[in-house]
């Protein structure tokens, strides 16, 4: 019986309702799906345009990504800038997560929403401001410099999975360990770091695909030799639409999920567990 | 218990490091950036710190004509002194001919040479140029900030409307606040009977329609931006559909308007939408409705009096998060609008790496951050969930 249909089951009046709610679930999940559904077979078009119906399966688009200069080295700037972002993000705000777990800290709560604030603030302010801290410390167009930047964003989203995981551990497992004489160092690496590893690595994997979809942050700090697989889909999105395009979609996609299927594995199915990441720009 | 403190502080210590030195700052930089005296002070910073002293009446000291000599003799990047020169001009006009022509007496002149700036141009005795010269170099200037809402400080020092024709900031700002608007509504419509009919359904059902919500959610903004220009173009899937099903003759202009923009950002936009409803419609105990019928309500009634009141808390997260995040929206209406349905951020990144007038840009982008925070702290008192946790 739904919630919202008090009506006696199988009336006319009932029907019609269940009929208005299938539609409109199913014209809602369309809408939601469809983009998703409809750019990846492009990815494997034999035509120049992005148009339906598809002239013929072919690879050749994703020979353009892996021959082409520009694009074959935005993809290696990509891994390389998304990793050091990973890495910085999830060790500082790991330890910040950790940090903040027992509401020690004075100034807890407010230290929490300071550090989600990258998630909200809007994308281009944060790039302007980069930008003149940039050039005044020498960091404009610089791998270190676009590795920050990028960090910075990333940082909210392994705090919320740090914390989601470490406040789902049962506080028992962990007297127990040192009331059975575990040294807190032990406590730590033999019981809280493994109970908390599925939302560190959750973490890290946001962390990654944030800093792989970036464009706003990048426009502004990055110089030619760093652009980036967003960034460079971003130019030709502007310029020059090719089937190309799509193709690093698939990449991007696959990319994404696969690491999210790694880390989350039977959780996926488990949604209303799962963090919501509000994308900028 | 202080160890523990102790420890605790110095394990959250570099995450406050790191954003103090590389968020913090950057924001902080960027508002100084915009009340700052710009660039007269910077191509003439010797008769800056000299001409505070001087009251403005009459003219000048001898120590302020010497300062200026200085700086005119000192070697300036050509870009700041023509800005500084522009600038000048602007408020007094001579100075366009009155500094370059200065400039170069000065340097044949020889550098021991002590001319007089009178000798040099008969302008230099009028208290006017002075004057100018004083008001162009200020510590702090409103200027960017009154410009950015298309107002300006008139020669006598009152607040002015600038000429229509280039009256643009405000049509946009206005613009960005409906766009944001108009994206909460869709997504409130769309958002609010979806999150209840998820709610209202069991099993495997109700995982699939959340899965629906998230499967997006987890995909790269560009690539969904993209998708969305793929479909909506004028050979386009949905044109295509349209016309197989024979509703429509013509291609319809999907894209490069404000149709096209309020479809990708809905939905980009709608999980944060769906999901706070959600988490609040589930909260609610499973016999509330069933209740309501018992004791007679209609099913309208038993919505509007018990379903939408509980659902209320989570709509108005909702909302809020959605338009937080649309006011600051850059990349899907730059790439699926036209030329009217660009929102202030494009504006700020035009300023920012078009011209480099950081002083605009951050000026702008202080009317985005403020209205931002604000919500962002209104979303922290009113939302049981913090961000991010859905």
Known sequence: MSAASPNLPGTPGALAFGAVRLAFGALVVAFLLLPLVAILPLAFTDSVFLTYPMSGPSLRWFETLATSDAWKRSI?????????????????????????????VPFSGVLRSIFLLPMVVPAVVLGVGMQILYARMGLASSYLGVIVAHAVLCVPFVLVNVSGSLASIDPALEKAASSLGAPPTAVFRNVTLPLAMPGILTGAVFAFATSLDEVVITLF??????????????????????????AAAFVIIVLTFALLLVVKGASLFRPQRNKQRPQQT | ?????????????????????????????MIATSVQGGTVRLAFPA?????AQWNGDGLPSPDVQAALIQDLRAEVVQEVFGDAVRSLNSQQAGFRTLLPRTMTALR????????????IDPRWSQPSFWLALKRGMPAYTDANLLAAVDLKRGDDGTIAHVAPDMAVNRAIMLRTFIIAAQVTLACAAIGLPFAMLAASL??????????????PLWTSLLVRTAAWMILLQDQGLINQILKALGLIDASLPLIYNRTGVLIAMTHVLLPFMVLPIYASLIAIPRNLMPAAAALGARPWQA?????????????????????????GYYITPALTGGAGDQMISSVIAFYATGTANWGMAGALGLFLLVPTTLLYIVYGRLS???LGQA
Do not use: Y
Not at chain 2, 6 to 18: E, M, N, R, T
Not at chain 2, 47 to 51: E, F, K, L, N, S
Not at chain 2, 108 to 119: C, I, M, S, V
Not at chain 2, 202 to 215: E, H, M, S
């Open chain 2, 202 to 215: 069991g099993g495997w059902k109700r995982n699939f329609l959340l899965l629906a919500v998230l499967l």
């Open chain 1, 221 to 246: 700090v990055a110089g030619p030799n760093q652009t980036t697989m967003a960034r460079q889909m971003f130019a030709s999105l502007r310029e020059n639409i090719s089937p190309a395009i799509a």
């Open chain 2, 108 to 119: 044949n002149a020889g550098a021991d040479a002590t001319p007089k700036l009178e000798r």
């Open chain 1, 76 to 104: 290696v700037n990509s891994l390389i800038i998304g990793s050091g972002a990973t890495v910085l993000s999830t060790v500082v705000g790991t330890l910040a997560a950790l940090g903040l777990r027992r509401e020690l």
């Open chain 2, 384 to 386: 049981r969930t913090p």
């Open chain 2, 1 to 29: 218990m202080t160890i523990a403190r102790l420890k605790a502080s110095l394990l959250v210590l570099p995450l406050i490091v790191f954003l103090g030195l590389f968020f913090i700052w950057p924001l902080w930089m």
């Open chain 2, 303 to 327: 919505f509007r009096h018990v379903l939408l009141p509980l659902a209320m808390p989570g709509l108005l997260s909702g909302s809020l998060l959605v338009f937080m995040v649309a006011l």
């Open chain 2, 47 to 51: 008769t800056a710190v000299a001409i």
